[in-house]
Every structure is written in structure tokens, then in C-alpha cells.
């Protein structure tokens, strides 16, 4: 009897961490979440505390208003005894047939251009034709392993790094998208993990060593992307697309990363290079 009530007040620990940490995260205070959900700022304090449990849907609600990512949701849920309701569809599950046929006709449609589909630490897994030719334009994209993660390709000295002309300015850019892009808009341990990885690589500013891409004020609302290839620099720019109205962990996870070329002379340097390889 005694271990099951230490466990139980261990759970309940860990959901009065959970929502306190997100309130921190939000920059909520108690009364501005009461206000939000309808929940007493009484009951509220009670849940951080450990004093109480909400009910089921009083946490969605919470944690709704928190715009807490489907993946930790389930951890609130975990923590208040209830079971997970969020699904973590493998990508090759029949479940998930119709996302991932929207996203090749998604991918068929921007060619000749290069687009990705990637997870929430850029690893691809969906890409069309043209990304691969394009970056075997420079590199041999198939000798590196799977899963290629966009971010290592452009920082690593082995890979796109030495072709990008803008390095300052797309650095910054990617360093800071981050933060900017990352689900919830707060990194976890492996987000935080590969921001550490990148920027032990050679070349990357001091000054993003040394503060949080966060706090930096973002330049554009897009990548800039300028590449050399056979003494003719070719420009792009770089956009997301997320899945505006998730159902499952996997779709609110997934980005599409499509490239434009910025103006004209690229656009036909860049067909007349897809066409070559093709």
C-alpha cells in the first residue's frame, strides 16, 4: 500500500513539473492560464503541487492552452494516470497512406525544384527527383548514410558547405530556424543535441557559439541559399510547410522544405542542370 501511494504522489510530482515547466516555457503565469482554460488559479496550484489531478479533459485543455506538442502531451497524460491518445505512426503504416500520398503529389508538383520531406530533427525520408540530382550536382549524395539530415549536409565541410557562398548569412539563418521551427517552439535533448553538433563544425560564426539563436532577430522569413557551381552562382530561397491541423504525432512532426530559385538567371541555369543530369 505504501509503494503504490509513493508512486502515485511520484506521478503526481511530475505532472506539477510538467505544467510548470511549460508555463515557464510560455511565459504564463497561474492566472493567465485560469484565464485561458477556465481552470481555477486554486486548482491550477493544487495540480503543480501535487495536491491534485486533474480530470482528462481538464488536462487537454491545459495543455491546448500551453500549445504543448502532441508527443509531450502524452507525457502530461502518463504522469496524471491516464493513457497516451496520441499516435506515432511509422511512415510506412497503412494509417498513414493518405499523408504521405498528399506529400508526393506535394513533391511531384514542385519540380524541377528540389523539395524534402523531413521529421522534426531534419532527417529526410521523402524526397522528389530533382533534390537528389541537384545535390549530386555537388556531391555524391548516395554515399553518405541514411538517414541524411538536411543540417549536417549544409555544415559539413565533406558535404554542400564548400559550395555555399553566403555562409555567414545562411548559417545564422539555419541556426536560428532551430528554435524558430522546432515543434512547440521549445527544443528537446536530441533538437538541443544536434545544435551542439553543429556548431563544433569549423567556419560557424563565434557569436553563434556563444548566445542563443533565439534571441536573435530574425532576418527574413526565409532561407537564403546561394550556391556555386562551375564559376556561376546560382540563388535560392528556402521555405516550410507544416501540416496545419495535425491528428497524430507523426504529421505534427513533419516539414516540407521546398527551394525557389530567387531570380531568373538561376531558374534557367538551374533547369538546363536538371535537364543535363537527368
Not at 87 to 113: G, Y
Not at 209 to 221: G, M, Q, S, V, W
Amino acid at each position: 500500500m505504501s509503494t503504490l501511494k509513493n508512486s502515485r504522489d511520484s506521478s503526481h510530482d511530475e505532472l506539477g513539473r510538467l505544467l510548470r515547466h511549460w508555463r515557464d516555457i510560455r511565459r504564463k503565469s497561474q492566472m493567465e492560464l485560469s484565464l485561458d482554460t477556465g481552470v481555477s488559479q486554486r486548482h491550477l496550484s493544487f495540480i503543480e503541487s501535487g495536491r491534485s489531478v486533474p480530470s482528462r479533459q481538464t488536462l487537454l485543455n491545459i495543455t491546448q492552452a500551453l500549445d504543448v506538442p502532441f508527443r509531450e502531451r502524452n507525457g502530461f497524460l502518463i504522469a496524471a494516470g491516464f493513457a497516451p491518445i496520441y499516435k506515432e505512426d511509422a511512415w510506412n503504416a497503412e494509417e498513414m497512406r493518405s499523408v504521405t500520398r498528399a506529400l508526393e503529389r506535394i513533391l511531384l508538383h514542385h519540380q524541377p525544384f528540389p523539395a524534402l520531406v523531413m521529421d522534426r530533427y531534419w532527417n529526410v525520408f521523402m524526397r522528389n527527383t530533382s533534390a537528389l540530382r541537384f545535390f549530386n550536382a555537388f556531391i555524391d549524395l548516395e554515399a553518405r548514410p541514411e538517414p541524411r539530415n538536411m543540417l549536417h549536409l549544409m555544415f559539413d565541410p565533406t558535404a554542400m558547405r564548400p559550395f555555399v557562398m553566403n555562409w555567414e548569412e545562411t548559417s545564422k539563418a539555419l541556426i536560428q530556424r532551430i528554435y524558430r521551427e522546432s515543434v512547440g517552439h521549445t527544443l528537446d535533448e536530441r533538437a538541443r543535441e544536434l545544435l551542439t553538433s553543429l556548431l563544433a563544425y569549423p567556419d560557424v560564426a563565434p557569436t553563434l557559439r556563444t548566445i542563443e539563436a533565439y534571441e536573435c532577430e530574425p532576418t527574413l522569413p526565409m532561407v537564403p541559399l546561394s550556391f556555386q557551381k562551375d564559376g556561376q552562382v546560382l540563388r535560392y530561397f528556402s521555405m516550410v510547410t507544416t501540416v496545419g491541423t495535425p491528428q497524430t504525432i507523426s504529421t505534427q512532426e513533419l516539414r516540407i522544405e521546398s527551394m525557389f530559385p530567387a531570380d531568373e538567371a538561376t531558374e534557367d541555369a538551374h533547369r538546363r542542370l536538371i535537364d543535363r543530369l537527368g
